[in-house]
């Protein structure tokens, strides 16, 4: 009976699985205690749908990438903290399907949640949204801190994908204590051969990435 269960497994588990190109991993068959939330799977993103391309809540990215985030993972296990990704490897057809979205500006069903302040026809020119990203290349993740004692995420001053100042790098007007859990998060990220983006503090990308020019598409499932 363990047997016949065992083999079932295995056929569940490749069913939700693709033979990935060359150099990309599956993120939590490496790194089991890392935590998620993959939005763009959900209804729970800026779009207000799930994204064309994110097929399963599954991360991928590259080999190298999962490598320096298993450091960083590990750092944060001794403090029982725990990264927390929102997205890592992104379909060319989901970006797509972001800039679709962005060009239709009266589609504003989650404007209050995400970006209250910011007028739609300006995502572009603001940098928000692109017809290309660097997650398409593989090496790029959005992710957080949490506390695996209380199992909350720390307050980081603004939500994740909050499109604003707030969300920048360069913005003071925080706590002392937000103040220091973004700091806490660049630091380890940066220790670990992450380079930041100066307007979004939960985006980070492999600085010695593997495909720096290259584009996938493939999707995540």
Request: hydrophobic fraction near 35%; charged fraction near 20%.
């Amino acid at each position: 009976m363990k047997y016949i269960l065992g083999l079932l497994l295995l056929v569940v588990t490749h069913t939700f699985s693709q033979n990935l190109p060359k150099g990309f991993a599956y993120i939590q068959e490496a790194i089991p205690s890392i935590q998620k939330e993959l939005r763009y799977c959900s209804h729970n993103n800026f779009v207000g749908i799930p994204v064309n391309g994110y097929e399963e809540n599954v991360l991928i990215a590259t080999t190298p990438t999962v490598k320096a985030l298993n450091k960083v993972q590990n750092e944060l296990l001794k403090d029982s903290l725990s990264l927390k990704i929102y997205d890592a490897y992104r379909p060319q057809t989901a970006v797509n399907h972001f800039v679709k979205w962005a060009k239709s500006i009266n589609d504003t069903i989650k404007k209050q949640q995400y970006y209250p302040k910011v007028n739609k026809r300006h995502l572009f020119k603001l940098g928000y949204i692109s017809s290309k990203s660097g997650h398409s290349r593989g090496s790029t993740v959005d992710l957080t801190i949490i506390d695996l004692k209380t199992g909350r995420e720390l307050d980081m001053g603004s939500p994740y994908d909050f499109f604003g100042e707030i969300s920048h790098l360069s913005y003071n007007k925080l706590t002392q204590q937000q103040k220091n859990n973004r700091y806490l998060l660049q630091k380890v990220m940066k220790k670990h051969g992450f380079r930041p983006y100066s307007k979004e503090w939960w985006h980070f990308t492999l600085r010695k990435e593997p495909y720096p020019k290259q584009y996938f598409s493939f999707p995540v499932k």
